[in-house]
């Protein structure tokens, strides 16, 4: 059984916020935002890419640096996704239209930006959330110079999930105004902060000063997809969510099979008068129109 262990994977997320590491996610074009189409910062100023090594393949990553965006051993499939789309948001039927190559061949790429340009992506990747579309754009921008990738967007719908207020209302605490960054905290991506448990205890997740924006933003890495704030609520809370089972006395706590058709159903969300259904959402894929094996450096 391939399981997912959230509470790791989370803490992976948070500890490096500018990395993305999904081959999935939902249709955010970058060429839309306000901030992409105000910014210089459109492509990077050297890139390599080369075939990867035969063993490359079991020593992978991908993700944006100090200097540029980095992979080592991955498929161009993962590099478009993360060129297209934001964290975790997406499906398997996102991306369509892809020779077989795309998700066979593997393929090691190296992206430096110009020097001038230093100082505004080293603002851009340190900020926190999921989505960055100026340097998805610098993706986009290499995938059309050196793959000749060509791409249009249709409607779809994606499995979503909305976090509501149940029936006996919220029982939140609001937080005070100046709290400080409690100790063991990180910082969360939106605002706020998390404190997780210690491997070998019961999962528990701590919030502090987190808006409940913030909160679905953290529970898309747990939840393996989409999570949208329905609640209405606006001010800014202290709560813990706690974990109630896996269901599995094969699994451990704070982890899920893949295939769980409702991860987020193992954690005591109605003690915090608040509930989780599962709902649909609009949104966009791409359909490859044209792609070339990335041309030679």
């Known amino acids: 059984?391939?399981?997912?262990?959230?509470?790791?994977?989370?803490?992976?997320?948070?500890?490096?916020?500018?990395?993305?590491?999904?081959?999935?996610?939902?249709?955010?074009?970058?060429?839309?935002?306000?901030?992409?189409?105000?910014?210089?910062?459109?492509?990077?100023?050297?890139?390599?890419i080369k075939p990867a090594?035969?063993?490359?393949?079991?020593?992978?990553?991908?993700?944006f640096g100090p200097a540029g965006y980095s992979a080592t051993g991955v498929p161009l499939e993962w590099v478009i996704n993360q060129a297209y789309f934001t964290f975790n948001m997406g499906s398997k039927d996102a991306v369509s239209g892809a020779p077989d190559w795309v998700g066979k061949d593997r393929w090691d790429i190296e992206a430096k930006v110009a020097p001038e340009d230093m100082a505004e992506y080293q603002q851009e990747r340190t900020k926190t959330g999921y989505e960055n579309p100026i340097t998805q754009q610098m993706l986009q921008s290499m995938l059309a110079d050196r793959c000749k990738f060509v791409v249009h967007r249709v409607p779809a719908e994606m499995p979503a999930f909305a976090i509501v207020i149940d029936k006996k209302g919220q029982k939140l605490t609001e937080a005070a105004p100046d709290e400080a960054q409690p100790s063991g905290s990180i910082l969360a991506p939106g605002?706020?902060?998390?404190?997780m448990n210690n491997r070998g205890e019961t999962p528990l997740m701590k919030y502090y000063a987190v808006s409940m924006g913030t909160f679905v933003q953290v529970l898309r890495g747990m939840a393996g997809g989409p999570v949208i704030d329905?609640?209405?609520?606006?001010?800014?809370?202290?709560?813990?969510?706690?974990?109630?089972?896996?269901?599995?006395?094969?699994?451990?706590?704070?982890?899920?099979?893949m295939d769980d058709p409702f991860p987020l159903s193992h954690w005591n969300f109605g003690?915090?008068?608040?509930?989780?259904?599962?709902i649909q959402i609009p949104t966009e894929h791409i359909v490859i129109d044209h792609i070339e094996k990335p041309s030679p450096n």
Not at 271 to 278: F, T
């Open 271 to 278: 003690a915090l008068g608040l509930r989780v259904e599962k």
């Open 191 to 195: 605002g706020g902060f998390v404190v």
């Open 230 to 257: 329905r609640t209405g609520l606006a001010g800014k809370y202290d709560f813990n969510l706690t974990w109630l089972s896996s269901l599995d006395p094969d699994v451990p706590e704070g982890s899920v099979s």
């Open 1 to 48: 059984m391939i399981r997912r262990f959230f509470l790791a994977a989370t803490l992976s997320l948070f500890a490096s916020l500018a990395i993305a590491q999904t081959g999935t996610a939902a249709s955010v074009p970058a060429s839309s935002s306000t901030s992409a189409a105000n910014s210089k910062l459109v492509a990077f100023d050297v890139v390599t």
């Open 53 to 63: 090594g035969p063993d490359e393949s079991e020593h992978w990553h991908y993700g």
